[in-house]
């Protein structure tokens, strides 16, 4: 139960399904990073997680995950130095929401853990399997690829079959007292411009560097990759005569490329730390048809996916645009998410596809 409207509406349907509920609460002990010193202060979360709970009639336990969070915090700003763009909501799922929070469920002896999460887990063959959301614009199977696939059947997804406004109806109607809670932020320890963040635990990712166009001249300067990721146009501040786009980032020397938005189009792309879904994963040198999906609202792309040791390679069957490195790939066979892993680079001509 994180305070918000969409767990504790998960917690309400439980309560209602007859379950025994206990709520769980993390406990982050971070300090959130606003770069506008009139934002309004952060929601109380743990105090309307403890409302809900008495609403509900049901315990509630906190957990202490500051370290947890810590190293959330580390691996976010250190990508951002890599020339790589974080995906924190995966990392968070996979190593605090389903690893610490779903441990502590076990060990006060409960059957499964539930989060308000849009995505369903259903039998699938005798085996259980994580599948897209019922409903599409609010899908967030993509986010919970890198849940170890020992844990699926630990996990219950109550809101998988209902939309949002449904959910909020049935807060409202219920009168939970979080049901006009505004939407959290992705990054639940950054309110506002992340660069802050990374300019307060490493100041040395922001130096400056240059801003190199495709036929390698300098266009400009900037102060920092770390405020740049792949496809961006807004914020380059150098004058074309048709628009540019960052194409690619190079850590080393801190240089920004920009080019046309052709240059952003990749035949394929390569993965590693692959996390497969299902009990028998494919094998070195399988080479399976799957939708790829390679950004949280990004429409899957039909494509080619080759595992490769720990990682695999897919080509696309039409070039796809922005493909950026530290970001996910998840593999969608169907409605089911077959597994996916952290993109390391774009593929063009020059690379050998699958």
């Not at 998410?337 to 690379?351: H, K, N, T, Y």
Request: hydrophobic content about 40%; overall charge neutral.
């Amino acid at each position: 139960m994180s305070g918000g409207v969409d767990s504790s509406v998960a917690a309400l349907m439980l309560v209602r399904q007859g379950w025994s509920v206990t709520g769980l609460f993390m406990r982050s002990g971070l300090v959130t990073v606003a770069s506008d010193p009139d934002a309004p202060a952060a929601a109380d979360d743990a105090g309307d997680a403890r409302r809900v709970a008495d609403h509900l009639g049901i315990p509630l336990h906190v957990l202490d995950v500051g370290d947890g969070f810590q190293r959330l915090v580390d691996y976010f700003v250190d990508e951002y130095g890599r020339g790589r763009t974080p995906n924190p909501c995966v990392v968070c799922n996979r190593d605090l929401k389903f690893g610490r929070l779903l441990d502590c469920a076990l060990d006060l002896g409960a059957e499964a853990i539930a989060t308000g999460h849009y995505a369903r887990v259903a039998d699938r063959g005798g085996e259980p399997a994580l599948l897209r959301s019922a409903d599409p614009d609010k899908d967030q199977s993509y986010a919970l690829f890198a849940i170890p696939c020992d844990r699926l059947g630990r996990i219950v997804l109550p809101l998988g079959e209902q939309t949002k406004a449904a959910s909020r109806r049935m807060a409202a109607e219920s009168g939970l007292p979080v049901h006009d809670k505004a939407e959290s932020q992705d990054a639940c320890f950054v309110a506002g411009d992340y660069a802050d963040l990374i300019r307060q635990r490493r100041p040395d990712l922001l130096r400056p560097g240059p801003i190199v166009d495709e036929l390698g001249r300098e266009v400009g300067r900037h102060q920092g990759i770390a405020a740049f990721t792949i496809g961006q146009r807004r914020g380059v501040r150098v004058a074309f005569g048709q628009p540019r786009y960052v194409v690619s980032l190079d850590a080393a020397t801190a240089t920004v490329h920009v080019g046309p938005q052709e240059h952003l189009l990749a035949r394929g792309l390569r993965v590693e730390d692959a996390n497969w879904l299902t009990a028998r994963p494919p094998r070195d040198g399988d080479v399976i048809e799957a939708d790829v999906q390679i950004r949280y609202k990004h429409r899957a792309a039909r494509g080619r996916v080759a595992v490769r040791g720990g990682g695999a390679d897919v080509r696309f069957d039409e070039p796809q645009r922005a493909v950026t490195p530290g970001q996910a790939a998840v593999f969608y066979v169907g409605d089911r998410v077959l597994g996916g892993g952290w993109i390391v680079r774009a593929l063009g001509a020059e690379d050998a596809l699958p």
